[in-house]
C-alpha cells in the first residue's frame, strides 16, 4: 500500500471555489421580520406545494375540465384557508399559451398574497426547454447537450429556458438533473449529463449559471433546482425509485460532486431522490439531507421534496407507520418544503400538530420557512410576482431557434461511417424508414408539452421530422417512405398492413441507400422501465432484412438510452445517434448527413454491445479480464460498442507534441499538460479534446482512467493549435473509506487522444 501523503479534508475543498449565493443582510431582515410576524398555520402552510388541478374546475383533485380555470372556492380553501405557498405542474398534464399562464398565475397571486402579501412560488419542470409552454424552444435534451461537450450552448440553452419560462410568469425550474447516471437500464439516463462525474459537473454548472444569471430577481431568469439528491440513478434493479447501495466513498468520489459544483456557484434550490440509498429512503436521512447538505456543503437555499414523496415513507418503503411519522421524519432530516402533490389539509394539520406535541420543534419550521422566503425575495417576487407579456418579445423567437438547432447539430454523434458513405451525394435515391423516422415526438421524448410527451405531435406539427427535413434536402423525387415498423401507444411495436417490413424491402429496391431510423418512443419515470435493453426484436427484424438487400444502410438511432444494437450493427454501413434532439434535430440530422453540417457530437455514456457488460468507461482493472489460464474464456473483456468519448467526424485531427510541465510534482503542485490538435483533412470541422487521468497504483484499485479536462475547438482544413488544462491536487485525488480525499504518491498517466505521458507524485 502507499503511504497517503495529502489529506484534503472534504470541507476545505469548498474554499477553492467562489463564494455559495450570496448572504444579502437586507434581505435577511426583511425575511426575519415577516417571520416574526407569522402564525404557526401560515409558516406550515409556507410549506405545502399542491399541483395546479387540485385548485381548478374539475370533477376531483386529479384533472381539470378543459379550457382549464381556477375554481375560487378551491383556490381560497387552498390558499387562503391553508395558506399554501407554492403551486407546481400544469393542468391535465398539457402546455398552456403564455397567456393562460398569465392568467392563471395573475389569478394565485392575487388569491394566494394573504394578510401578509406574501407571493405564492410557482414551480415547473422546464426540462429541455420550456416543457409545459406552447410554442417554447425545444432544445435536446440533457443527454444530447452532454454529447455537444460546448459549455456555451449549454449556458445559451438554459438562458433561453430561463427567458421563456419567466416568460409563461413562472420563476422556478427543477432542472438541472445532476445524477450520475452510468446506467442505461434506468428510464431517465437520457435526462441526465450522462456517467461521468467531471462532465456533469462542468456542464451543470453552465446550466445554474444560464438560468440563474448573476441576480434571480431580473425578470429574465429563473432559480434552479439541483435534482435529485443523492444518487438516484444508481438502484440496483436499474428500475426508477427502487433501492440503491452505495458506499459513502462512491457517493462522495462520483456523485456528489456535480451538486457541491452547482451549489459553490450559488444554486438556490435542490429537490430529494425519490428512492432509497442503503436502506434508508433519502427524504427521511438527516444524514444525508443536515449533516453532508446543510452543514457540510453549507448549502443555504431551499429543500423541496420530489412528488408525494413524504407520503411515500409510509405508503412505499414503510420506514414510517402512517402519514404523520412520515411527515415527522422527512421535517426533521432537512425538507423545507413538500410536494405534496394532492392532499394538503393532511400535511398542514398533521404538520401542526407535531409542532404543537413537540415532535417538530418550531425552530425547524423557522429554518424551513426562512429558507422558503428568502428565495421569493430574491426572486423579487415581493415586489412583481408577474412581469408583462410584453416584456418577452424574443420568446420563440428565430435567435432561439437557432441555438436549439446548433445544440442539436452539435450533440449528433458519427459512430460509424464504413467507406465515407456519409456525407450523401446530391440527387441520391432515398429510403426513409423505420418507427422513428416521421414523429416529432421520438425527437423530443419526455417532459415535452407534457410529462411522458405524448401529447407532442399536438404542438410540434410545425417543425420537421427526420423525413420531412430529409425530403427538404433530398428534393420529394429522390425520397420514398415507409414505416416498417410501427409503435403502439400501449408501448409495443408491430407491422401494420402495407406499411410493413415487406414492403421496406420492396422499396429499398429502387434507391441508391437506406436512412433507417430506430430506437424508442418518449417515457419517463417507472412508465419507462425496461426489461430488456435490446432495441424491440421487430426493429432488429427490419435492419437485418434490410442490410439483406446489399444496400448500404445508415442508422439513425433516436432513443433516450443506448439500446442495444450488436445483432445487427456489423451489417449497417453507417451509425448516428441522435438522442433526443429536440424540434430542431431532424433539420439538423438532415445538414449532418448532406455534408452541410460537420459532426462533432462524443458519446456522454458507454454504449453497450451486450445487457451483461454494463461496465462504464472508467471501470476497474478487475472488470477488463480476457483469458485465463488454459482453455477457459473469462468472458469479462472490457468490450462496449462504442466507447464514452467516441464521435467520428468528416475531417480527421492529429494529435501531437503531448507535453507535460514536469516529470515529477508535489502533490500541492499544478502540472500543466498541452497538446497540438491539426485538422489534417480537407473539411471545417469541430473537434472535442479530452483530457484523461490515471492513477496507476493505489490504495483503493483505481479506476482505469477519469475525464479531468476537454475542450471543444473548431479547425480548418491544414490549422493546428495548442489546447492546455491544468490539473492540480483535486484532481489527483481520490475519496478514501474514511470520506477523505487524498492523493498517494506514485505514478499516474495523461492521456489525450492516442498519446500517454506519464508522470509522479512524490
Ligand atoms: C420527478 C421530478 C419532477 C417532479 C415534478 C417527479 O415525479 O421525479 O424530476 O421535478 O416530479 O414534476
Given at each position: 500500500?502507499?503511504?497517503?501523503?495529502?489529506?484534503?479534508?472534504?470541507?476545505?475543498?469548498?474554499?477553492?471555489?467562489?463564494?455559495?449565493?450570496?448572504?444579502?443582510?437586507?434581505?435577511?431582515?426583511?425575511?426575519?421580520?415577516?417571520?416574526?410576524?407569522?402564525?404557526?398555520?401560515?409558516?406550515?402552510?409556507?410549506?405545502?406545494?399542491?399541483?395546479?388541478?387540485?385548485?381548478?374546475?374539475?370533477?376531483?383533485?386529479?384533472?381539470?375540465?378543459?379550457?382549464?380555470?381556477?375554481?375560487?372556492?378551491?383556490?381560497?380553501?387552498?390558499?387562503?384557508?391553508?395558506?399554501?405557498?407554492?403551486?407546481?405542474?400544469?393542468?391535465?398534464?398539457?402546455?398552456?399559451?403564455?397567456?393562460?399562464?398569465?392568467?392563471?398565475?395573475?389569478?394565485?397571486?392575487?388569491?394566494?398574497?394573504?394578510?401578509?402579501?406574501?407571493?405564492?412560488?410557482?414551480?415547473?419542470?422546464?426540462?429541455?426547454?420550456?416543457?409545459?409552454?406552447?410554442?417554447?424552444?425545444?432544445?435536446?435534451?440533457?443527454?444530447?447537450?452532454?454529447?455537444?461537450?460546448?459549455?456555451?450552448?449549454?449556458?445559451?440553452?438554459?438562458?433561453?429556458?430561463?427567458?421563456?419560462?419567466?416568460?409563461?410568469?413562472?420563476?422556478?425550474?427543477?432542472?438541472?438533473?445532476?445524477?450520475?447516471?452510468?446506467?442505461?437500464?434506468?428510464?431517465?439516463?437520457?435526462?441526465?449529463?450522462?456517467?461521468?462525474?467531471?462532465?456533469?459537473?462542468?456542464?451543470?454548472?453552465?446550466?445554474?449559471?444560464?438560468?440563474?444569471?448573476?441576480?434571480?430577481?431580473?425578470?429574465?431568469?429563473?432559480?434552479?433546482?439541483?435534482?435529485?439528491?443523492?444518487?438516484?440513478?444508481?438502484?440496483?434493479?436499474?428500475?426508477?425509485?427502487?433501492?440503491?447501495?452505495?458506499?459513502?466513498?462512491?457517493?462522495?468520489?462520483?456523485?456528489?460532486?456535480?451538486?457541491?459544483?452547482?451549489?459553490?456557484?450559488?444554486?438556490?434550490?435542490?429537490?430529494?431522490?425519490?428512492?432509497?440509498?442503503?436502506?434508508?429512503?433519502?427524504?427521511?436521512?438527516?444524514?444525508?439531507?443536515?449533516?453532508?447538505?446543510?452543514?457540510?456543503?453549507?448549502?443555504?437555499?431551499?429543500?423541496?421534496?420530489?412528488?408525494?414523496?413524504?407520503?411515500?415513507?409510509?405508503?412505499?418503503?414503510?420506514?414510517?407507520?402512517?402519514?404523520?411519522?412520515?411527515?415527522?421524519l422527512a421535517i426533521n432530516a432537512g425538507i423545507d418544503m413538500s410536494m405534496i402533490a394532492y392532499d394538503?389539509?393532511?400535511?398542514?394539520?398533521?404538520?401542526?400538530?407535531?409542532?404543537?406535541?413537540?415532535?417538530?420543534?418550531?425552530?425547524?419550521?423557522?429554518?424551513?420557512?426562512?429558507?422558503?422566503?428568502?428565495?421569493?425575495?430574491?426572486?423579487?417576487?415581493?415586489?412583481?410576482?408577474?412581469?408583462?407579456?410584453?416584456?418577452?418579445?424574443?420568446?420563440?423567437?428565430?435567435?432561439?431557434?437557432?441555438?436549439?438547432?446548433?445544440?442539436?447539430?452539435?450533440?449528433?454523434?458519427?459512430?460509424?461511417?464504413?467507406?465515407?458513405?456519409?456525407?450523401?451525394?446530391?440527387?441520391?435515391?432515398?429510403?426513409?424508414?423505420?418507427?422513428?423516422?416521421?414523429?416529432?415526438?421520438?425527437?423530443?421524448?419526455?417532459?415535452?408539452?407534457?410529462?411522458?410527451?405524448?401529447?407532442?405531435?399536438?404542438?410540434?406539427?410545425?417543425?420537421?421530422?427526420?423525413?420531412?427535413?430529409?425530403?427538404?434536402?433530398?428534393?420529394?423525387?429522390?425520397?420514398?417512405?415507409?414505416?416498417?415498423?410501427?409503435?403502439?401507444?400501449?408501448?409495443?411495436?408491430?407491422?401494420?398492413?402495407?406499411?410493413?417490413?415487406?414492403?421496406?424491402?420492396?422499396?429499398?429496391?429502387?434507391?441508391?441507400?437506406?436512412?433507417?431510423?430506430?430506437?424508442?418512443?418518449?417515457?419517463?419515470?417507472?412508465?419507462?422501465?425496461?426489461?430488456?435493453?435490446?432495441?424491440?426484436?421487430?426493429?432488429?427484424?427490419?435492419?437485418?432484412?434490410?442490410?439483406?438487400?446489399?444496400?448500404?444502410?445508415?442508422?439513425?438511432?433516436?432513443?433516450?438510452?443506448?439500446?442495444?444494437?450488436?445483432?445487427?450493427?456489423?451489417?449497417?454501413?453507417?451509425?448516428?445517434?441522435?438522442?433526443?434532439?429536440?424540434?430542431?434535430?431532424?433539420?439538423?440530422?438532415?445538414?449532418?448527413?448532406?455534408?452541410?453540417?460537420?459532426?462533432?457530437?462524443?458519446?456522454?455514456?458507454?454504449?453497450?454491445?451486450?445487457?451483461?457488460?454494463?461496465?462504464?468507461?472508467?471501470?476497474?482493472?478487475?472488470?477488463?479480464?480476457?483469458?485465463?489460464?488454459?482453455?477457459?474464456?473469462?468472458?469479462?473483456?472490457?468490450?462496449?460498442?462504442?466507447?464514452?468519448?467516441?464521435?467520428?467526424?468528416?475531417?480527421?485531427?492529429?494529435?501531437?507534441?503531448?507535453?507535460?510541465?514536469?516529470?515529477?510534482?508535489?502533490?500541492?503542485?499544478?502540472?500543466?499538460?498541452?497538446?497540438?490538435?491539426?485538422?489534417?483533412?480537407?473539411?471545417?470541422?469541430?473537434?472535442?479534446?479530452?483530457?484523461?487521468?490515471?492513477?496507476?497504483?493505489?490504495?483503493?484499485?483505481?479506476?482505469?482512467?477519469?475525464?479531468?479536462?476537454?475542450?471543444?475547438?473548431?479547425?480548418?482544413?491544414?490549422?493546428?493549435?495548442?489546447?492546455?488544462?491544468?490539473?492540480?491536487?483535486?484532481?489527483?485525488?481520490?475519496?478514501?473509506?474514511?470520506?477523505?480525499?487524498?492523493?498517494?504518491?506514485?505514478?499516474?498517466?495523461?492521456?489525450?487522444?492516442?498519446?500517454?505521458?506519464?508522470?509522479?507524485?512524490?
Amino acid at each position: 500500500m502507499k503511504k497517503i501523503l495529502v489529506t484534503i479534508p472534504f470541507i476545505a475543498l469548498s474554499l477553492y471555489s467562489a463564494a455559495q449565493q450570496k448572504i444579502n443582510p437586507v434581505i435577511d431582515q426583511k425575511v426575519k421580520t415577516l417571520l416574526s410576524k407569522m402564525t404557526l398555520e401560515e409558516k406550515v402552510g409556507q410549506m405545502a406545494q399542491i399541483t395546479m388541478d387540485v385548485i381548478t374546475n374539475g370533477k376531483d383533485r386529479f384533472s381539470s375540465y378543459e379550457p382549464v380555470a381556477l375554481n375560487q372556492q378551491q383556490l381560497e380553501h387552498a390558499l387562503v384557508k391553508y395558506k399554501v405557498g407554492s403551486v407546481l405542474n400544469t393542468a391535465n398534464n398539457r402546455a398552456r399559451t403564455r397567456e393562460v399562464w398569465h392568467q392563471i398565475i395573475n389569478k394565485i397571486q392575487e388569491t394566494g398574497k394573504g394578510r401578509l402579501n406574501i407571493p405564492v412560488l410557482y414551480g415547473i419542470d422546464a426540462i429541455h426547454g420550456t416543457t409545459y409552454t406552447a410554442d417554447a424552444t425545444m432544445f435536446p435534451q440533457q443527454i444530447g447537450q452532454a454529447a455537444t461537450r460546448n459549455r456555451t450552448l449549454v449556458y445559451k440553452g438554459a438562458e433561453i429556458t430561463a427567458y421563456e419560462t419567466r416568460a409563461s410568469a413562472i420563476p422556478w425550474n427543477f432542472s438541472p438533473v445532476l445524477d450520475l447516471a452510468p446506467d442505461p437500464r434506468f428510464p431517465r439516463q437520457w435526462e441526465t449529463f450522462g456517467e461521468d462525474t467531471y462532465l456533469i459537473s462542468e456542464l451543470g454548472l453552465q446550466m445554474v449559471k444560464g438560468f440563474e444569471g448573476d441576480n434571480i430577481a431580473d425578470p429574465y431568469r429563473v432559480a434552479s433546482c439541483l435534482k435529485h439528491f443523492l444518487g438516484y440513478q444508481v438502484s440496483v434493479s436499474g428500475k426508477d425509485r427502487t433501492p440503491a447501495y452505495i458506499p459513502d466513498h462512491v457517493l462522495r468520489d462520483y456523485h456528489l460532486p456535480p451538486f457541491k459544483a452547482a451549489i459553490e456557484a450559488g444554486a438556490h434550490s435542490i429537490m430529494i431522490n425519490s428512492g432509497i440509498v442503503n436502506g434508508v429512503p433519502v427524504h427521511a436521512n438527516y444524514n444525508l439531507l443536515t449533516k453532508l447538505l446543510r452543514e457540510e456543503l453549507g448549502f443555504k437555499g431551499l429543500i423541496v421534496t420530489d412528488w408525494a414523496d413524504i407520503e411515500n415513507l409510509y405508503a412505499r418503503d414503510r420506514v414510517a407507520k402512517d402519514h404523520k411519522e412520515a411527515i415527522m421524519l422527512a421535517i426533521n432530516a432537512g425538507i423545507d418544503m413538500s410536494m405534496i402533490a394532492y392532499d394538503y389539509e393532511r400535511f398542514c394539520d398533521n404538520l401542526i400538530a407535531l409542532v404543537k406535541e413537540g415532535k417538530v420543534k418550531e425552530s425547524r419550521i423557522n429554518d424551513a420557512v426562512t429558507n422558503i422566503l428568502t428565495l421569493k425575495y430574491k426572486l423579487g417576487l415581493f415586489e412583481k410576482a408577474v412581469h408583462s407579456l410584453k416584456q418577452y418579445p424574443k420568446f420563440a423567437s428565430k435567435e432561439f431557434e437557432q441555438a436549439a438547432y446548433q445544440t442539436a447539430a452539435e450533440s449528433i454523434t458519427l459512430l460509424k461511417n464504413t467507406n465515407n458513405q456519409l456525407p450523401l451525394k446530391k440527387g441520391v435515391k432515398l429510403l426513409v424508414t423505420g418507427p422513428n423516422a416521421n414523429s416529432m415526438r421520438t425527437l423530443n421524448g419526455g417532459w415535452t408539452y407534457s410529462w411522458q410527451g405524448e401529447k407532442v405531435e399536438e404542438f410540434a406539427a410545425k417543425y420537421n421530422t427526420i423525413l420531412e427535413a430529409v425530403t427538404l434536402k433530398a428534393g420529394k423525387e429522390n425520397v420514398s417512405f415507409v414505416e416498417g415498423v410501427t409503435y403502439k401507444m400501449d408501448g409495443k411495436y408491430y407491422e401494420e398492413f402495407e406499411n410493413g417490413i415487406e414492403s421496406a424491402i420492396e422499396k429499398a429496391k429502387n434507391v441508391d441507400a437506406i436512412i433507417l431510423c430506430l430506437g424508442e418512443n418518449s417515457y419517463t419515470e417507472s412508465p419507462g422501465n425496461l426489461s430488456d435493453l435490446y432495441i424491440s426484436d421487430l426493429q432488429t427484424q427490419l435492419a437485418l432484412k434490410l442490410a439483406a438487400t446489399g444496400k448500404p444502410v445508415i442508422l439513425v438511432l433516436n432513443e433516450g438510452r443506448p439500446r442495444l444494437i450488436s445483432k445487427f450493427e456489423a451489417q449497417m454501413t453507417g451509425v448516428l445517434q441522435t438522442y433526443l434532439p429536440g424540434n430542431f434535430g431532424g433539420d439538423a440530422l438532415a445538414d449532418i448527413l448532406f455534408g452541410e453540417v460537420n459532426p462533432s457530437g462524443k458519446l456522454p455514456y458507454n454504449y453497450p454491445r451486450y445487457p451483461n457488460s454494463l461496465v462504464g468507461y472508467n471501470h476497474k482493472p478487475a472488470e477488463n479480464r480476457t483469458v485465463m489460464e488454459g482453455v477457459y474464456n473469462y468472458d469479462a473483456e472490457y468490450n462496449p460498442q462504442y466507447e464514452f468519448g467516441f464521435g467520428l467526424s468528416y475531417t480527421n485531427f492529429k494529435y501531437e507534441n503531448l507535453k507535460l510541465s514536469a516529470e515529477k510534482i508535489s502533490a500541492n503542485q499544478e502540472l500543466t499538460v498541452s497538446i497540438e490538435i491539426t485538422n489534417s483533412g480537407n473539411r471545417e470541422g469541430k473537434e472535442v479534446v479530452e483530457l484523461y487521468l490515471s492513477d496507476l497504483y493505489a490504495s483503493l484499485t483505481p479506476d482505469s482512467k477519469r475525464l479531468r479536462g476537454f475542450e471543444k475547438i473548431n479547425l480548418k482544413p491544414g490549422e493546428k493549435q495548442t489546447v492546455t488544462f491544468k490539473l492540480n491536487k483535486n484532481d489527483f485525488s481520490f475519496t478514501h473509506l474514511d470520506n477523505k480525499a487524498v492523493v498517494e504518491p506514485g505514478e499516474f498517466s495523461v492521456k489525450i487522444g492516442s498519446l500517454s505521458k506519464n508522470f509522479f507524485i512524490e
